[in-house]
């Protein structure tokens, strides 16, 4: 029980990590080209 909650948590705070650096990149690719390549791919996919 106590090892499947410690793998639980470490899954979450490595999900939390990707989602965190995913952010990271697009917030330093909006400083730098001054667009948000979110916004743009959901534009197009639109």
């Known amino acids: ?3 499947h909650v410690v793998i639980s948590y470490s899954c979450a ?3 939390q990590v990707i989602v965190l650096h ?3 990149i697009q917030i330093r690719t909006i400083a730098l080209t001054g667009t948000d390549p ?3 791919s959901r534009h197009y996919w639109r």
Do not use: A, D, E
Request: net charge neutral; aromatic share 8%.
């Open 1 to 3: 029980m106590t090892v």
């Open 13 to 15: 705070i490595f999900i």
């Open 22 to 24: 995913q952010n990271l």
């Open 38 to 40: 979110g916004l743009l």
